[in-house]
């Protein structure tokens, strides 16, 4: 007759077993064999009657995946053996003649956690007599965690606008891996990347050729990184990235000076900016004219002659500075007739400026060619008449109109008393 314990223990035994494969964890009984699982479940023989292990039992059970093992972790959930007779003992290596790691285990205390490095070999020996429910433990592998593949650049060192470069790896890479967009560059300017693998043999490659467009115009230093994916024994997916520095140092520089205008009137102002290529970017020093601080700018000036500017770049290395100049044109400004005073009731003013040619703006201006002025349109008040040349050149001209007005229209019959007019501005003036 099955007793009560052993049936829960068969009871138990099935929900795990289903829960085991429920997980996607393998599921192993101990016996004699080596498995390469990187998650199990390890249950007991369950050779004997009513769900225990079997007497006389001798077996060796080792766990070593594929790859390269970091370490193995054993964890128990149960376990049940003759106390002082039936034994379960635990070695790192593939078989018992490495290390005893854990145990003699026997009785029903759970071992505690185990983590081995490398392979684990779990081995239980059983007398003739009186046997358990045995046990259930899982295991989890850690792998290794794989280095990338170190990247050796030819030819070196690096030159200005080199367009191709040979790589070589340390290890091998997978071929399908090397591709354009697995590559970038981090650097002074960007580039487009070509990327192909040379020397394949059964998807695996130590070498590949990469392609930049345009080449690698500046000087400074260059980062270029290849990124590849590996798929260990335990099916873990790491992203791998190789890098390699060089620095690029004979590039020629060259600048030029953007003036914004170049062309000015007086009394206005141009913005200067050097804008330097070639080189090592990071490193550009300025040097300019005219007292302007070093940067590139921009700079405003604001000169009361025609000036010349001029910059030399240099970047700290082996290349010859760069230089450029401009010259900011300073137009002479027009000069409009002096300021003057009118009445508002005068008759239509032609105004008069030097040189001629330009055109005329602001209140009372009637014509604008001729530069027409009539103080009525204007009316009372302080007005600014500007004169304004083709190339944007103006002077200013100050009209005051003063109000003048005699009054409202009055009426009178003959013979009637002299009455004094009424309503004229501004008084002082004579009848």
Known sequence: MTSIRNLWTIILLGTLLWAGNLSGQAIYQMSDT?????????????????????????????????????SVTLTWTSFCTEAGFDFLRIFQGDDTLGPLIGGPYSGTVLPPPITIQGCVTIHFVSDPNVSCSGWIAEWDVFETIPTPAEMTLTPFPVTCSTATLNISFDKNVHCDSISGANFNLMGPTGQSIIANSTGCSNDSTTTAVVNFNPGLNQSGVYILEFTTFYRDACDSLWELTSADTFSITDCPLSVIIDAQPDTICFGSCSDLTAIATGGDSLNYTFTWSNGISPTAGPHTVCPTATT????????????????????????????????????????????????????????????????????????????????????????????????????????????????????????????
């Open 34 to 70: 080596t498995v390469t699982d990187c998650q199990g479940i390890l249950f007991d023989s369950d050779a004997g009657q009513a769900g225990a292990y079997d007497h006389d039992e001798n077996f060796t059970f080792t766990i070593c995946p594929n790859g390269g093992v970091d």
């Open 308 to 431: 010349t500017y001029y910059v030399t770049v240099t970047d700290g290395s082996p290349a010859p500075p760069a230089v450029d100049s401009v010259t900011i044109v300073l137009l002479s400004p027009p000069a409009t007739q002096p300021d003057f005073s009118i009445c508002q009731s005068e008759t239509a003013q032609i105004l008069t400026a030097n040189p001629s040619g330009g055109t005329w703006s602001g209140p009372g201006i009637i014509n604008t060619t001729n530069g027409t002025f009539l103080a009525d349109s204007a009316g009372p008040g302080t007005h600014a008449i500007v004169y304004t040349l083709a190339n944007g050149c103006s002077d200013t001209l100050i009209i005051t109109v003063q109000s003048f007005d005699a009054g409202p229209t009055e009426a009178a019959c003959p013979g009637s008393a002299p009455f004094n007019v009424t309503g004229f501005n501004p008084s002082g003036g004579t009848w």
